[in-house]
């Protein structure tokens, strides 16, 4: 533990220089020799152990929290996940994670281009498809607000498909489609 010597002996220590470890050389009560967190006094080895023992007694906290939080508070829900994404168009995070993983980035559009081959049959009106696309482009510019084509029944849906025909086809904004993304939304 070569590394771990150069860091403060003392949680007195610690605390004055701000350091998130110290080192003491001696055993915890578990008998570790590791360094410790400056803010519980607890040893990183103990500490790993008691997460992972949480984790396992509440595996799907995360889960349940989120459930809890959109049946009970729905707009405060819908405001943070506005936040976060207003984060994210900030610090171009698409961009940088489309960066970062590319071969993800690429399957997610292709899985995306054979959906909508796949919800696309034959017969289906290609002038009356391209109009709405138009139109989508035509308010978005209207408006200045982005506005896309929605699938009212979402063509990549784990429950049904819907078919990229006209009559599936909408305008909404940018804003309302994200928020939708492969929900069914309030067409039943
Ligand atoms: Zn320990």
């Given at each position: 533990m070569g590394q771990d010597?150069?860091?403060?002996?003392?949680r007195h220590e610690a605390k004055l220089s701000d350091s998130v470890y110290y080192y003491t050389g001696r055993p915890c009560k578990n008998g570790h020799t590791a360094k410790r967190l400056t803010?519980?006094?607890?040893?990183i080895e103990c500490n790993k152990l008691w997460c992972q023992k949480f984790a396992a007694a509440n595996p799907t906290r995360h889960a349940d929290s989120y459930a809890k939080l959109k049946s009970c508070y729905p707009d405060k829900l819908a405001a943070q996940l506005k936040k976060v994404r207003e984060w994210a168009r900030e610090v171009g995070y698409a961009r940088k994670w489309r960066n970062q993983n590319r071969e993800k980035a690429r399957y997610y559009v292709r899985t995306r281009q054979i959906a909508l081959l796949k919800a696309f049959?034959?017969?289906?009106?290609v002038e009356a498809i391209k109009y709405e696309y138009l139109l989508a482009n035509y308010v978005s510019r209207l408006t200045g607000i982005p506005h896309e084509v929605d699938h009212i029944i979402p063509i990549k849906n784990p429950t049904v498909c819907g078919l990229h025909v006209p009559w599936n086809l909408r305008t909404i904004t940018k804003e309302e489609n994200r928020l939708k993304g492969n929900k069914l939304g309030d067409v039943w």
């Amino acid at each position: 533990m070569g590394q771990d010597t150069c860091l403060p002996s003392t949680r007195h220590e610690a605390k004055l220089s701000d350091s998130v470890y110290y080192y003491t050389g001696r055993p915890c009560k578990n008998g570790h020799t590791a360094k410790r967190l400056t803010k519980s006094g607890k040893c990183i080895e103990c500490n790993k152990l008691w997460c992972q023992k949480f984790a396992a007694a509440n595996p799907t906290r995360h889960a349940d929290s989120y459930a809890k939080l959109k049946s009970c508070y729905p707009d405060k829900l819908a405001a943070q996940l506005k936040k976060v994404r207003e984060w994210a168009r900030e610090v171009g995070y698409a961009r940088k994670w489309r960066n970062q993983n590319r071969e993800k980035a690429r399957y997610y559009v292709r899985t995306r281009q054979i959906a909508l081959l796949k919800a696309f049959p034959p017969w289906a009106d290609v002038e009356a498809i391209k109009y709405e696309y138009l139109l989508a482009n035509y308010v978005s510019r209207l408006t200045g607000i982005p506005h896309e084509v929605d699938h009212i029944i979402p063509i990549k849906n784990p429950t049904v498909c819907g078919l990229h025909v006209p009559w599936n086809l909408r305008t909404i904004t940018k804003e309302e489609n994200r928020l939708k993304g492969n929900k069914l939304g309030d067409v039943w």
